[in-house]
């Protein structure tokens, strides 16, 4: 499928998929949108609820590296440790991800080599980026995860249902709903109704919130504790 990097309005680049007019990151600014929806209403809200000295994140959609990126500094911000795994079945080649340049947009003299580390990682092994940051990238679909209450944060980053209804369906909530521990959270950018119906179904209590610039809301689901 033909790609095509392009520039949000925030500055920061994401990647186009011109066959089905989709982006890995909204539109209205990539690197705003990860900051609103992952780490400010997924590790800010964890963070408050629970204060960890560590966490385990993983990702569905390990994409550019974005939100891996803003997890190193979120943990190096808040000293907390976190284990970060993500999922991608389809990686970015090394072209794409020199390409985003997210450093320029990320008031951190460490960003570029940080954001480098996390692409130079091998893929299935944990890989340590600092004393307070380790990271597992693994190459594989969704529907092949198989973790038992072992993460507390999840990103959800898959591809709009308009494109790929099956990663919005219960049957693959499932999976990260077993993954999550008691307490854990889920977040996503994605509000649509037969989304949230279907969270609701396995379990998760579900709040709408408010989204990011460009997107009046977000969902933000949680496992029951007990």
Request: hydrophobic content about 35%; proline content about 4%; charged content about 25%.
């Amino acid at each position: 499928m033909k790609r095509s990097i392009i520039t949000t309005k925030d500055g920061s680049k994401t990647i186009r998929l011109e066959d089905w007019d989709e982006h890995y990151h909204s539109t209205h600014g990539a690197i705003q949108e990860s900051k609103h929806v992952y780490m400010e209403a997924g590790l800010d809200y964890y963070n408050e609820l629970y204060h960890p000295k560590s966490l385990k994140v993983l990702e569905a959609g390990f994409g550019t590296g974005l939100n891996a990126l803003l997890t190193y500094f979120w943990a190096e911000h808040h000293g907390v440790s976190v284990d970060y795994s993500g999922l991608e079945a389809y990686p970015i080649s090394s072209e794409e991800h020199i390409a985003m340049e997210y450093h320029r947009e990320l008031d951190s003299a460490s960003a570029q080599q940080v954001y480098e580390d996390l692409h130079q990682a091998k893929w299935e092994e944990w890989t340590p980026i600092s004393k307070t940051f380790q990271l597992k990238k693994n190459k594989m679909f969704f529907s092949d995860l198989k973790l038992k209450q072992e993460v507390d944060v999840v990103f959800y980053d898959a591809f709009g249902p308009g494109v790929q209804p099956e990663l919005w369906e219960a049957p693959l909530f499932q999976k990260f709903y077993e993954a999550l521990t008691p307490g854990g959270v889920f977040v996503t950018y994605c509000v649509k109704g037969t989304a949230r119906r279907a969270l609701q179904a396995i379990g998760f209590e579900v709040d709408i919130i408010e989204g990011p610039p460009g997107k009046r809301h977000m969902m933000r689901a949680q496992k029951p504790c007990q």
